[in-house]
């Protein structure tokens, strides 16, 4: 929340231009989102407690990548859609303080991470639109999805409190522990309260770049069972490095590939894609991960 705090006195005293914050937003994913992903093969390795299958593991990975890139390049639109969705899940997930081992409990917190996703591009339409519809190729009239986010907007507020309204009657049903209800809903206030007062970017830099890559770097020391000190804290950091620079590296070729283009305006969509055919494959393993919790 210092982070929020931070980047709330930047936005008010400085007002970056959009330009500014994307590129801050680039920046800060390239940083954390990256290495928080960066682990997955360590994941894999603590929880089959074995690095016998490192081999299928990684055949696997880049197939979910392959595929996905592929579907990407021929179907746009269809993989915008399932990236929303993985993303509702991997969101939900992540902030999700109750059971995950049956289907409702998975339902519902996909549902708030689907309203969360929302929310966040209704409420700054005009700042996705331009990307969103370059990303599909798409010729639906800008006009036509301003009005339609217009009206979803509300209803993604309405289904975060109507949801919340029932989790209160079902607290037993749906978390271990009942605080742990009234930490969710605080959570998800303090959330809310931060996106309705900044810009798509910087609030995604936030919710993405510090929010969940650095609480998802928490949940792997737990389970690895690293001190949480810096000396613990390094240590992790250092096992992402392999894939990380990896990554960096790729994403340095796109920027090169498109800065010499004829057209270098389509270096965020290059980027989101790339991050997005990351994403599927990780959030297959820290799904495991979750349920080991259980």
């Given at each position: 929340m210092l982070f929020a705090l931070v980047l709330y006195l930047v936005e008010l005293f400085?007002?970056?231009s959009a330009t500014t914050q994307i590129s801050f937003l680039i920046f800060i994913l390239i940083l954390f989102g990256v290495p928080h992903g960066a682990l997955d093969l360590y994941i894999d390795q603590h929880l089959q407690k074995t690095d016998k299958h490192q081999n299928i593991f990684l055949i696997k990975y880049l197939a979910n990548i392959l595929l996905y890139a592929g579907i990407w390049y021929f179907f746009p639109i269809l993989a915008l859609i399932i990236f929303i969705i993985i993303t509702a899940y991997h969101f939900g997930e992540m902030d999700w303080m109750g059971k995950s081992t049956l289907f409702l409990h998975k339902f519902i917190f996909t549902l708030l991470g689907f309203a969360?996703?929302?929310?966040l591009l209704t409420k700054n339409i005009h700042f996705a639109l331009d990307i969103f519809l370059k990303m599909g190729r798409s010729s639906i009239q800008k006009e036509f999805l301003v009005q339609l986010a217009q009206k979803i907007y509300p209803f993604t507020l309405v289904t975060i409190a109507t949801v919340y309204g029932l989790l209160f009657f079902y607290k037993d049903y749906f978390f271990s522990k009942k605080n742990n209800y009234f930490y969710s809903l605080l959570q998800t206030l303090l959330l809310i309260f931060f996106v309705l007062y900044m810009p798509l970017w910087i609030s995604f830099t936030f919710y993405f770049g510090f929010w969940h890559s650095i609480l998802s770097f928490d949940k792997i020391?737990?389970?690895?069972?690293?001190a949480n000190t810096l000396t613990g804290w390094g240590g992790l950091l250092f096992k992402a490095l392999p894939f990380s620079i990896m990554a960096?590296?790729?994403f340095a070729y796109i920027t090169f590939l498109t800065l010499n283009s004829k057209d270098s305006s389509g270096i965020f969509t290059l980027l989101f894609i790339s991050l997005s055919v990351l994403a599927l494959p990780h959030l297959q393993v820290f799904t495991k991960l979750k349920l080991k919790e259980q």
């Amino acid at each position: 929340m210092l982070f929020a705090l931070v980047l709330y006195l930047v936005e008010l005293f400085f007002t970056p231009s959009a330009t500014t914050q994307i590129s801050f937003l680039i920046f800060i994913l390239i940083l954390f989102g990256v290495p928080h992903g960066a682990l997955d093969l360590y994941i894999d390795q603590h929880l089959q407690k074995t690095d016998k299958h490192q081999n299928i593991f990684l055949i696997k990975y880049l197939a979910n990548i392959l595929l996905y890139a592929g579907i990407w390049y021929f179907f746009p639109i269809l993989a915008l859609i399932i990236f929303i969705i993985i993303t509702a899940y991997h969101f939900g997930e992540m902030d999700w303080m109750g059971k995950s081992t049956l289907f409702l409990h998975k339902f519902i917190f996909t549902l708030l991470g689907f309203a969360w996703i929302l929310f966040l591009l209704t409420k700054n339409i005009h700042f996705a639109l331009d990307i969103f519809l370059k990303m599909g190729r798409s010729s639906i009239q800008k006009e036509f999805l301003v009005q339609l986010a217009q009206k979803i907007y509300p209803f993604t507020l309405v289904t975060i409190a109507t949801v919340y309204g029932l989790l209160f009657f079902y607290k037993d049903y749906f978390f271990s522990k009942k605080n742990n209800y009234f930490y969710s809903l605080l959570q998800t206030l303090l959330l809310i309260f931060f996106v309705l007062y900044m810009p798509l970017w910087i609030s995604f830099t936030f919710y993405f770049g510090f929010w969940h890559s650095i609480l998802s770097f928490d949940k792997i020391r737990i389970n690895f069972k690293i001190a949480n000190t810096l000396t613990g804290w390094g240590g992790l950091l250092f096992k992402a490095l392999p894939f990380s620079i990896m990554a960096w590296f790729g994403f340095a070729y796109i920027t090169f590939l498109t800065l010499n283009s004829k057209d270098s305006s389509g270096i965020f969509t290059l980027l989101f894609i790339s991050l997005s055919v990351l994403a599927l494959p990780h959030l297959q393993v820290f799904t495991k991960l979750k349920l080991k919790e259980q």
